[in-house]
T-cell receptor, first 117, second 110 residues
Framework: AQKVTQAQTEISVVEKEDVTLDCVYETRDTTYYLFWYKQPPSGELVFLIRRNSFDEQNEISGRYSWNFQKSTSSFNFTITASQVVDSAVYFCALREGIYNQGGKLIFGQGTELSVKP | DVKVTQSSRYLVKRTGEKVFLECVQDMDHENMFWYRQDPGLGLRLIYFSYDVKMKEKGDIPEGYSVSREKKERFSLILESASTNQTSMYLC?????????FGPGTRLTVL
């Protein structure tokens, strides 16, 4: 069965520290998408990145980077030189069967990141 | 930019009341979703719709119904609200892959 696990419930770091948020997924499909979302205190989930199962290249966007490893079924998210504005809940999500109707996502439990000044 | 709006940010209702949560998107997306978010449980899918008048049950549909009469609007209905439905409700829409979310409605049932 499909499942997304974010084992870290809460992480607290001091500003400028690097932090990695873990995401492990389970799926029977060979084709799927993985996502990361950010939920700041305002409540609205913000899309950060999408990765398809055929593309294992790591991606970097400013201070954010993502490491996708099919061998370990992991899609980890690293924030370099964290800032207070990075404080939020971060969700990892999985979409199986990229041709299925509706585009259902399976979400992890979320990791609450607190960056202290 | 995709815009998903929800009718209320905060709502307080009494047990047994009928509750309507409205969601509107302005990007002509086919798919729309309703989730509830509870601490430690992440986002759980209640219902989704992939076309007008079409609906599919998610993981936790009990106690809820939905309506999609127009493409841009997806309503979540609590026929008889109960205290265990106190939660944050999030609406989302998508064209194909990534979903775009509204600001959420924090519902309290007393």
């Amino acid at each position: 069965a499909q499942k997304v696990t974010q084992a870290q419930t809460e992480i607290s770091v001091v500003e400028k520290e690097d932090v990695t948020l873990d995401c492990v997924y389970e799926t029977r499909d060979t084709t799927y998408y993985l996502f990361w979302y950010k939920q700041p205190p305002s409540g609205e989930l913000v899309f950060l990145i999408r990765r398809n199962s055929f593309d294992e290249q790591n991606e970097i966007s400013g201070r954010y980077s993502w490491n996708f490893q099919k061998s370990t079924s992991s899609f980890n998210f690293t924030i370099t030189a964290s800032q207070v504005v990075d404080s939020a809940v971060y969700f990892c999500a999985l979409r199986e069967g990229i041709y299925n109707q509706g585009g259902k996502l399976i979400f992890g439990q979320g990791t609450e990141l607190s960056v202290k000044p | 930019d995709v815009k998903v709006t929800q009718s209320s940010r905060y709502l307080v209702k009494r047990t047994g009341e009928k509750v309507f949560l409205e969601c509107v998107q302005d990007m002509d997306h086919e798919n729309m979703f309703w989730y509830r978010q509870d601490p430690g449980l992440g986002l759980r899918l209640i219902y989704f719709s992939y076309d007008v008048k079409m609906k599919e049950k998610g993981d936790i549909p009990e106690g809820y119904s939905v309506s999609r009469e127009k493409k841009e609007r997806f309503s979540l209905i609590l026929e008889s609200a109960s205290t265990n439905q106190t939660s944050m409700y999030l609406c989302a829409s998508s064209a194909y892959n990534e979903q775009f979310f509204g600001p959420g409605t924090r519902l309290t049932v007393l």
